[in-house]
Nanobody, 133 residues
Framework: QDQLVESGGGSVPAGGSLSLSCEIS????????MGWFRQAPGKEREGIAS????????AYNPSLSGRFTISQDNTKRAVYLHIDNLDPEDSALYYC??????????????????????????WGQGTQVTVSS
């Protein structure tokens, strides 16, 4: 059974940086894309970034600043989200997700687009990020 396990969350001061990891276990070759989402209390889940696993094409939510970077390590079956210049508004539960298809925003490079929940079928349990002012 495929599982996604996030790690790397914690409490950090504003202005700091953080790298989140998502490790994939199980029969992983069917996943073609991965994404990162976050959800703060009382708010809807928000897509941050996504990556196509075979071509490394990435797409980001254009409404967010350029402080997020998604990457992968095929040898470790892991996907990462690096966040720079953290702000208290970044405090949320961060989820990684995997999908078996290739959504339109990952078809070719340079297409801005937040990952959409419906494009991802498998989800991790989340890792908490808390940013103090």
């Amino acid at each position: 059974q495929d599982q996604l396990v996030e790690s790397g969350g914690g409490s950090v001061p504003a202005g700091g940086s953080l790298s989140l990891s998502c490790e994939i276990s199980g029969y992983t070759t069917r996943f073609r894309c991965m994404g990162w989402f976050r959800q703060a209390p009382g708010k809807e889940r928000e897509g941050i970034a996504s990556i196509r696993l075979d071509t490394n094409v990435t797409a980001y939510n254009p409404s967010l600043s350029g402080r997020f970077t998604i990457s992968q390590d095929n040898t470790k079956r892991a996907v990462y989200l690096h966040i720079d210049n953290l702000d208290p508004e970044d405090s949320a539960l961060y989820y990684c997700a995997a999908g078996t298809g290739v959504p339109w925003y990952l078809m070719v490079p340079g297409r801005p687009g937040p990952p959409r929940r419906g494009d991802f079928s498998h989800w991790g349990q989340g890792t908490q990020v808390t940013v103090s002012s």
